[in-house]
């Protein structure tokens, strides 16, 4: 509309009456919960996998992504991160990394909680990504996770070889204090580690960390809500856009894995 007011975000974005707009995220936030339980009721149901030709030897060739989901345990939205990849054109192997099995709703509490968990599950990511890189070491790897996934993403970072680094790592929603140390894991990626967030992840990423602990067992709000305070080198965050309603990511916690949003903005990120 012709002079009306335009605001800019913090990614450079213009949008007019931009304030408006975030309202979206919030009214998205208050379904979260549902969404919660709706998940854990559908993950206890039944299985999720991904299609058998999404990981074949000519797709490590030309690359590997893996995949992490949430304390949810395997679930539907690790399911769309990888179809959303699958459906960008992505040619390498999509592969889902299942850190967080168990019995719900015991695997909620030790998914979010165990640090012997998280170093346990980080180690044998990092023992997959030792094994992709020695079978073919040309191949390009990329790591893309939710939730609490994305501390296990960062502990493998850190724990890599110095000789040994990944191509791109994307954190949606990640559950990790604002305050940890991004360094190492940023230098163990050669284009980017890319964090995505939004204002409407109020309730898992606001009040459920503050109250239960973040995933590196802080009690504070997470930085997937208010954001970082560490911004080293490689290391990129972008905040929620209105232009990514078009995507299907309304700035709340469960639509940042839609296979739209991933597809369209996550996937051109990364490859």
């Not at 990614?11 to 549902?34: E, R, T, V």
């Not at 992490?68 to 592969?95: F, K, N």
């Not at 954001?227 to 469960?254: D, I, K, Q, T």
Request: aromatic share 8%.
């Amino acid at each position: 509309m012709p002079g009306s007011p335009r605001m800019r975000d913090s990614a450079g974005h213009s949008a007019p009456y931009f304030q408006l707009w975030n309202a979206i995220p919030i009214l998205a936030g208050l379904m979260d919960p549902i969404a919660g339980v709706l998940t854990a009721l559908e993950s206890a149901l039944r299985p999720f996998r991904i299609p058998a030709g999404a990981d074949t030897p000519t797709r490590r060739r030309r690359g590997a992504t893996f995949v992490l989901g949430g304390i949810e345990g395997p679930s539907r939205y690790v399911v769309t991160m990888a179809r959303g990849l699958l459906r960008s054109g992505y040619r390498g192997s999509v592969v889902l990394f299942p850190w967080n099995r168990g019995v719900p709703p015991v695997r909620y509490v030790k998914n979010l909680m165990s640090a012997r968990c998280h170093e346990q599950m980080s180690d044998r990511l990092v023992a997959r990504i030792l094994d992709h890189v020695s079978h073919h070491p040309e191949s390009p790897i990329c790591l893309l996770a939710q939730s609490a996934g994305c501390w296990i993403v960062i502990r493998t970072l850190e724990k890599l070889p110095d000789n040994v680094t990944v191509r791109t790592a994307v954190m949606l929603s990640p559950s990790i204090s604002p305050q940890h140390d991004l360094h190492a894991a940023a230098a163990k990626c050669r284009r980017a580690l890319i964090s995505v967030g939004g204002p409407g992840d109020f309730f898992y990423l606001g009040l459920g960390t503050t109250v239960f602990g973040t995933s590196d067992r802080v009690h504070s709000p997470s930085a997937g809500w208010i954001g970082w305070h560490h911004r080293p080198e490689r290391f990129r965050e972008l905040r929620w856009h209105p232009a990514w309603l078009r995507s299907g990511y309304l700035g709340n916690h469960v639509t940042a894995a839609t296979v739209a949003f991933v597809e369209r903005v996550i996937a051109p990120l990364m490859v």
